[in-house]
């Protein structure tokens, strides 16, 4: 009583008169209304906090994964990096970096990726697997392409990769802002300093080399900073809006948070997001133009939770010795990334997301352009598979537009249905009767016609059977061999230039003339630079017979199929199944001792000339599809020494002037076909082309022999050495030659004297 005399007291006030019952009922009724009063308004106050735009939910969601993944168990971090794995060997491991996990330790840090490296190579090689090894280091926030070594050798071998700048990176931001000019190099050094404010802090600055002058506005040279590190970025805007860009970045230096520092300082495009570098006396939340926050969905207090826009697109790795391979890194874009781009109206360019590859995008990409038919087999194909499914297709189309099959002549007094049924029921048993002179009734079945649609269907999959037996006991062996030899075609191409531009490299470099024709004597005869191994590859493809005999059995089996179609076809015509009419009897069953159903009735087939014109054209076809057949087939008996022929000009072909060529049905003259059908993925093809017709109009074209020889005409050098003059003074009136004259080498193209090897061109690719 005590306590609801003090409530009483609280909410009515003090008084004189007593606290009765009722009186403590409605406080006590009011005091759960008050309650349920605050609870509203705190629901309210929790409602207001929530951000309503689906970006700023975003973001917040964000700054909260980030922190759960500093306050989870190491494996759970360690197995969302093993889901993220982009790429991996028995060197290297590629993960996709998360936002705001940072690379190594510091205070109030719990997880990083170093502490998680241990238990990551144990998911992926067991327990007794040694630790992962950093290989290089990321931003906090930034995320991306990742990359960590097997063990400490190759760690070493990669950062010095890394060191010496041969590792080519790739990076996506959007900035705030629109750099100008669109695309360029900044080249500015950049140092650490720490900088004074209310909170004493470290930050990277530039450390020009250079300043304007106030006065006379020139760039005057200032003294260099010993402790600023060189740093160099390239850059190039992809897409742009009225507040913001979005651009490709390429570091071509290392320094500690480059990117960031050149773009808010150097460029004044801050990275969005960035709220380290936007200011440089303070550390305060990014200030926003209205445009953007308008389009973010933000408000400008609300821009402390907004995410580094700063993304590791892709990393080009090289590997092997001489870095003759190479890996190709890409990393999608994470979500938040692509959100902003949507809000910001940035158009995001077709980034090709290519598969991580070893050094063989050349390869693959012919792989995928090699046609493994010759165009004559392809055509065959077309028509003996594509003709009858294409009649059939019209056939039943004209047959459900219709809709009767077949026209039966009922007696008068039949009524619909009953000429209906008689009609129904001749389809169903087409069966043609006729009574012989004996009066005994002989039944002839006109099913097949029912069959016949069907029976091209049959004839449509089963000339497609041969093609399947080419394309899975053939042609995976067949473009094995093509990708080799055309790979090692433009690569003997490509030595025999790098051949001429050592020879005019030792033409300059060489004090003595006589020097330089001992070197080329000696490379025409030794050959050196030459590798036998694709004539030897070629030569050994004489003795193989595997393509050849299943190219013969795929054509004698489209030969004999098409020869028992051709025979059904005909057979139909010639037992009489083609016909229009017939006579039909539906006395069976109940209505046999029907007296008024007459014992026949005629009939008469309403696309008898459909079926007719079908079978006569789809025979008619194939017969002129055997003489193609035939003709495929006679092609092995022959060379095709067109090829041969013009890649005899590299000095490491001679196939036809040694006459190693021996009986053509083999495997060498079936990959012939193809690499002329093919021709267009030979890219020397084309170059040797020119250089033999070129050769044809030289005034000395019987001292070519080779392209070497014309390439080093081509590159102003002659190609025989000149011979010595014998006449002397008292002969013709002039002085003898010296020795150094005799052996100078004569300019045929004076205009082009002085262009070395830059006159000669390898394939683009550059191969060797």
Known sequence: MAACGRLGLLLCGAG???????QALGAAATAEQLAQKLRAQQREESRGKAPKSPLSRRVRQLDRFSKQLQRVHPNVLAKALKNGILYQNEKIVVINKPYGIPVHGGPGVRNCITD????????????????????????????GVMVVARNSDIAYEIQHLFKTRQVEKNYRAIVVGVPVPSEGLVDIPIVEKEVQSHQSHYK?????????????????????????????????????????SLLELQPITGVKHQLRVHLAYGLGCPVLGDHKYSHWSKLAPQKLP???????????AKARHLPLHLHAH???????????KQIDLVCKLPVFFKISLER????????QEKKTTTGQNPSSSRAKGLRLELPSDRIVKFVAVGLPLFLVSL?????????????CFSPTNFTGKQSAYVDTSCWDSLTHLEFDAAGNAIAKSLWTLKAFPYSLLVIAVVMYLPYLLWRYAAAPALNCDMLFIIDELDKSYNRSIRLVQHMVKVREASPEPGLFWEEFERARKERYFEFPLLERYLACKQHSHHLVCTYLLRNLLLLLLLTAACLYLGFLHVTGVFQDEFSCSIKTGLLQDEPQIPDLIPCKLVFFSVFQIISILTGGVYILLMPVVIYNVLQLCQWDKRLLSIYEMLPAFDLLSRKMLTCPINDLNIILLFLRANISEVKSFSRLSAVCTLRETTSNKQHIDTVVDFM???????????????????????????QNKVLEMKSTLEAKGNAGPKALAALPDGRS
Request: glycine share 8%; hydrophobic share 40%; proline share 6%.
């Open 204 to 244: 990277m600055t530039l450390a020009p080399n250079y300043h304007l002058s106030s006065e006379e506005g020139k760039l005057v040279k200032v003294r260099k900073d010993r402790a600023a590190q060189s740093a160099v970025t390239r850059y190039r805007v992809l897409a742009s809006s009225a507040s913001c």
């Open 16 to 22: 004189p008169r007593p606290f009765s019952a009722s």
């Open 314 to 324: 892709g990393l080009a790795l090289p590997l092997g010795t001489g870095g003759d």
């Open 344 to 351: 910001l109206k940035l158009k995001v360019p077709e980034f």
């Open 712 to 738: 080093t005409l081509l590159a102003g050098l002659e190609i025989s050495k000149p011979k010595y003059q014998a006449c002397t003074g008292e002969a013709d009136g002039d002085a003898p030659l010296t």
């Open 395 to 407: 056939a039943f189309a004209q047959e459900f537009s219709t809709g009767s099959k077949i026209s």
């Open 116 to 143: 998680v490296l241990p238990i990551l190579a144990k998911m992926l090689d067991g327990m007794k697997a040694e630790p992962l090894h950093l290989c290089h280091r990321l931003d906090k926030e930034t995320t």
């Open 290 to 300: 209205e445009d953007a926050l308008r389009r973010l969905g933000l408000e400008q």
